[in-house]
């Protein structure tokens, strides 16, 4: 499948889209929906999950939250009023179409979040035309976009109750692990800094706290992995030894990346798309209306110096973070299978079309001349 999501990946990008396309096409023709081979979707949810994981654990690594406030103050103030708006303007519409709170909450702030992946891929792409300044702001604002949205998914998690455990032993659970981050900032970074010199043991201490920090934090506080990842990368993200993990775990993150948009691909379902195809609507008008719109305004209101279309259109995909919301949804009974087919197959759309439209009628910056270095005047030949 590896082999299949590289061909995959390296056809979408020659035909201008994101390679995150090709990962999912790959997982649709390997699921048990179409005809064919079927993978083992057990398995494949396994390494799916582990990619995830690593995946959040590696960017709350890559925050460091004071550097973000210096240089980036005000995202820390416009990004969490989008994230806001976007999720309660979509909660209000799919409240008003019948879906139970709970379950609009989550796909609320679902639609309100983007895919940081798809944003890296889009600064660093060959074929972008994104100035600097307008690069840096997008991956600022899904950094806190990230913040707020782990915030606000434990605090909602936490509301609804998702589990047998009641609001006492959650709340216990939840400031045990955050103790346990906060340690683990402590101690880890001494850990690591002893195994510098020993690069195998280094690569493997620095796996297997993000996997053993996640899965503590999900026993205890009955949290997503994906969530108790974040929240512990976050937590070490202000150490060298933490800067050197995160460059150690990126070749992993990324291959295993690779399966998680695989496997996204594999549960979607193609009977159900003609029932989801309301939905699907829905939904693309509120990241439309709900998130592109309200960037372009904001960043307008905060005088950011950037390109505002190309930031809103950049940031108005629906992202990987918003899949692990909706999958808890679904598995909880929250939402309808039409509803959880809708919300895949809106990521994938707007992930495409993302791609294509942040390129689109904007031309590439200048490049920068090469500086020219001060030296004695040429003489004169007479």
Known sequence: MLLLAVAAGWLARRLGLSAVIGYIVVGLAVSPFTPGYAADRSRLQLLADIGVVLLLFEVGIEIDPLRLGRERGRLLVVAPIQTLLTALIAFGVLLAFGVPRPGAALIGLSVALSSSIVIVNMTRSRRRTTDR???????????????????????????IGLGSRGTMARTVGLVAFLAMAVASAWALPKILSRLAGQHDLFLIVSLASGLALAGIGSEIAG???????????????????????RRRILPFREVFAVLFFVSI??????????????????????AIAGKVLIVAGLSRLAHL????????????????????????ASAAGLISAALHAAVLASVALTIAASSVL?????????????????????????
Request: proline letters at 10%; aromatic letters at 6%.
């Open 133 to 159: 300044r307008t690069e840096e702001d997008l991956l600022g604002w899904s950094v806190v976009q990230d913040l707020t949205g782990v915030a606000m998914a434990t605090v909602l998690l936490s509301v």
């Open 305 to 328: 110096h950037v390109r505002h279309w190309q930031l809103a259109i950049g940031l108005g995909q629906i992202g990987e973070f918003s899949f692990v919301l909706a999958s808890l």
């Open 265 to 286: 691909g594999a549960l979607i379902d193609p009977r159900r798309l003609p029932a989801a195809l309301p939905w699907i609507v829905l939904l693309l008008g509120s």
């Open 223 to 245: 949290i997503p992995l994906a969530l108790a990842a974040f929240i512990a990368g976050l937590a070490i993200s202000e150490s060298k030894p933490a800067a050197e993990a």
């Open 358 to 382: 942040v390129r689109v009628s904007f031309r590439r910056p200048p490049t920068e001349p090469e500086p020219v270095i001060p030296g004695p005047a040429p003489r004169r030949i007479a």
